[in-house]
């Protein structure tokens, strides 16, 4: 009676394990063929070769102050400068000459988030596979500490121009750069004379006023004009989260230890033709990654 109830209980384990095994239970993904015979593919989300760009920001994408001063000179733009002197990110995925056909700048000089959904606007008139995003220290950069954009309003600011962008182009990729280290622009800027005179004609004041003062005061106001930049960046990071096709630089932009090299010397703030060279480079590492 023993062996039949234990015959029966392993024939039973028998028949459940094939069974259960013919359902495909218990399995780590999808390995059925395709039709056809084939295994299905997953197919990327991401693009790491995007056949169009356009740029959306601030003053620094326009290439403000990199040539000739009180000026934009989008041509040695990081994101879609087509000129000689660099390789921009348009110009390293595209090729110098399809750049210049298929990358478009819509970045505004002065511009803030409050700005970027307007810009996004014109940018997808275009339907260009990538757009790329730097914009935010002009936010920080105000008259006082008081008067900088509130992190709430930057994160309204971004989601709606995201919705934006995404009610006109589901699938088009984004590419976010952080916004730059104010504190360390201060800190060498500072070194040169004529850096602190062009300064006081009011260029960032929150941060830049007063270069040399090292009080009490003064360190409470550039901390909190950089904590400003840090939240700034962690909303960028959290928004661009959600978005499948989104990519944060993850801070690069904000932690490259920059030099008076690559700063205009017209302004000794925005990026000279060198520095817009080194933010080609990481838009470029960040957009080509295999993984974000």
């Known amino acids: 009676m023993r062996y039949r109830r ?3 209980r392993a024939l039973l384990a028998v028949v459940l394990t094939a069974v259960l095994g013919a359902a ?6 999808d390995k059925s063929p395709a039709p056809g015979g084939t295994k299905a593919r997953t197919v990327p989300v991401w693009n790491r070769s995007p056949a169009s760009v356009a740029a959306v ?9 990199a040539c ?6 989008p041509e040695v733009s990081w994101a879609t400068g087509t000129s000689t002197d660099l390789d921009s990110l348009a110009v390293r995925l595209l090729g110098r000459t399809e750049a210049a056909e298929s990358s478009w700048n819509y970045a505004v000089t002065g ?3 409050r700005d970027l959904a307007d810009q996004m606007k014109q940018a997808a008139t275009h339907a260009p596979e990538l757009v790329t995003v730097m914009i935010g220290a002009n936010d920080a950069c105000r008259a006082t500490t008081s008067a900088m954009t509130s992190v709430t309003r930057f994160r309204a600011g971004f989601e709606e121009a995201m919705a934006t962008l995404r009610k006109a182009l589901p699938k088009t990729q984004v590419y976010v750069a952080s916004v730059p280290n104010l504190k360390r622009l201060w800190s060498q800027g500072r070194t040169n004379p004529l850096g602190k005179q062009v300064w006081k004609l009011g260029i960032c004041p929150s941060m830049l006023g007063d270069a040399d ?14 904590q400003r930049v840090e939240d700034y960046n962690k909303v960028l990071a959290q928004v ?12 690069a ?3 490259y230890d920059f030099t008076t090299e690559q700063l205009s010397h017209w302004d000794w703030f925005h990026p000279s033709t060198d520095g817009q060279q080194r933010l080609a480079a990481i838009a470029y590492r960040t957009v080509t990654s295999r993984t974000p």
């Open 6 to 8: 234990r015959h029966s």
């Open 24 to 29: 495909g239970c218990g399995g780590s993904g």
């Open 57 to 65: 920001g601030d003053s620094i994408t326009r290439g403000f102050d």
């Open 68 to 73: 000739t001063v009180l000026s934009d000179c």
């Open 111 to 113: 511009a803030r988030m």
């Open 213 to 226: 003062d090292l009080d009490t005061a003064a360190t409470v106001r550039r901390d909190t004009v950089q």
């Open 240 to 251: 661009c989260a959600k978005d499948r096709r989104c990519r944060f630089d993850g801070g």
């Open 253 to 255: 932009v904000f932690d």
